[in-house]
């Protein structure tokens, strides 16, 4: 079976560009979650998607990042327009749909975003 | 504010030894406490996971602790390996939360 991936692996944009990352979770998983990873710090939460609707978003960092889970499969994660603290690596992560008790996060390989 | 603390020296030990790594919190109490293994240009690996009502969980060579008083948990590697060699995250997870919080982890290498 297919884990988590990503699209694209690295992406290299200037200030002001706009890059669209994308994510497929496995198969059959509700649960979509974005996550990032920038430079010297923890990997931290972004966003939560059930199906196609958000279910937390607390960890967006502001308007310019906009995350689409259209028909509850893949999702993607536009910034627009990329500054440069934007840099880092983007997670994306799948689970199973919950039922009250602890269901695994799946992650993918990252996307390693650099603006320049 | 909640904060996770993970020794972000680097943990050099010998092959066949135990490591361990240690995840303090602050500021809030988790209803779970998950361990993670990252390889560099991978995404994190699921290992364990620890309830709140856990003393200790054990899955193979490793083994994980969860001291709420402390508010600390240890993860321990017996009969290290060089292919043990990753980066361990800590997330420890208040209940009814999906959301991930992530120490910054330590970066564990095992020599021959």
């Known amino acids: 079976e297919a884990g988590v991936t990503q699209f694209p692996s690295h992406s290299v944009i200037e200030k002001g560009q706009t890059v669209t990352l994308r994510c497929d979770p496995i198969s059959g998983h509700d649960n979509l979650y974005w996550y990032r990873r920038v430079m010297g710090k923890e990997i931290k939460f972004l966003l939560h998607?059930?199906?196609?609707?958000?279910?937390?978003e607390s960890g967006m960092p502001n308007n310019r990042f906009l995350a689409e889970r259209t028909g509850g499969t893949y999702s993607t994660l536009k910034v627009q327009p990329a500054e440069l603290e934007d840099s880092g690596v983007y997670f994306c992560a799948s689970s199973q749909a919950s039922s009250g008790s602890y269901n695994e996060q799946f992650f993918g390989p990252g996307t390693r975003l650099t603006v320049l | 504010s909640q904060k996770i603390e993970q020794n972000s020296e680097a943990l050099n030990i010998q092959e066949g030894k135990t490591a361990t790594l240690t995840c303090n919190y602050t500021n809030y109490s988790p209803a779970y406490l998950q361990w993670y293994r990252q390889d560099p240009g991978r995404g994190p690996v699921f290992l364990l996971l620890?309830?709140?009502?856990?003393k200790e969980k054990r899955k193979e060579r490793l083994k994980v602790t969860f001291d709420t008083t402390l508010k600390q948990s240890l993860f321990h590697i017996t009969a290290s390996q060089p292919a043990d060699s990753a980066t361990y995250l800590c997330a420890p997870r208040p209940g009814g939360y999906n959301k991930l919080i992530f120490g910054a982890g330590t970066r564990l290498a095992v020599h021959p």
């Open positions: 620890i309830r709140e009502n856990e």
């Open positions: 998607f059930v199906k196609e609707s958000k279910q937390d």
